[in-house]
């Protein structure tokens, strides 16, 4: 009936016949089943990324103090008893003998040794005042170094290690890491007035001392996080100088306490022996010495703990 009045209209025919054709295409398709509904998934938890962490790295810097330097060398065998091996080392004057030493492979045990079979006679050889520039040359002290780490240079050692001296003519300190590491030491220990200068490169360079009693700035600067100074400067109130050569060092000490304890400030950790009446070129007390490094160092170990127990993202 409804496609008999579609034939009425113009163009009925033809919209009679689509209108068919779409009732028999419903007509063919099948009834759709419902659609199933999806089964909640229980999420994976969320693990978040693992940090990879590392100890921070350990910066030994060793001040300077002539037959005080001893001191240093209990220091080291107690970090050795516990474990703790500092990843780089930086020194000044005797801080840098003990450094390059212990640098080059020598443990505290076999510094220790050396310590006591030291003769002063290895060290010193007496320059005339009317032609030299230091009641000392050096150059037996170099010697000693050389012969004691095989020649080996600075750049060849076990650990990192920068001995710091200072420029004679622009007053700045320059950290050698490079290079005749017996030159550099012998450098570094010219105090002026006991050693004579010593030219490296068409410059000289006298005591580390005078520009950084302990190199806690370039123990950083050479890539140490923590940094354990050594400080075994003497004070006036401590020590009583009985000798000319022991004049000489209490007043280079002197000169360097305001440096020193700027310097000092920087540090993370400060170790100082009690060496209370020990003067600088009071080879005699080198037992004693090496005990009040020891002493000092187990007295601060609990705080360099806490301190290498905070890690680093590598």
Known sequence: MILKRFQWFPGGRAWACALALLLTGCALVPPQA?????????????????????????????????????????????????????????????????????????????????????????????????????????????????????????????????????????????????????LAVRASSAVPGVFAPV????????????????????????????????DISATPETNAATGNLDVLLQTFAIMGQSINRHELATADLVVRPVLNGMGGADFSSRERAIEAGREAMRAALPRLNALLAQRRPL
């Open 199 to 230: 030219k490296i490169g068409g410059t000289e360079y006298v005591d580390g001392g005078l520009t950084a009693p302990v190199p806690v700035r370039q123990a950083r600067e050479m890539g140490a996080e923590i940094v354990l100074a050594v």
């Open 34 to 182: 419902p659609d199933r509904p999806v089964p909640p998934v229980v999420a994976e938890p969320v693990v978040p990324p693992v940090t990879l962490t590392r100890p921070p790295r350990l910066g030994l810097a060793l001040g300077g103090g002539a037959a005080r330097g001893f001191a240093h060398i209990g220091v080291i065998q107690e970090l050795e008893r516990v474990g703790i091996r500092p990843d780089l080392l930086a020194g000044t004057s005797a801080g840098s003998l003990v450094a390059t030493f212990y640098a080059s492979g020598l443990p505290g045990k076999e510094l220790e040794r050396l310590a006591l079979r030291m003769q002063e006679a290895e060290i010193a050889d007496w320059s005339l005042p009317i032609l030299g520039r230091g009641l000392l040359r050096g150059e037996a002290l170099a010697r000693y170094v050389r012969r004691t780490i095989d020649g080996k240079l600075l750049e060849d050692m076990a650990l990192p290690v920068g001995v710091l001296a200072t420029d004679l003519h622009t007053g700045r300190g320059v950290l050698f890491r490079r290079g005749d590491a017996a």
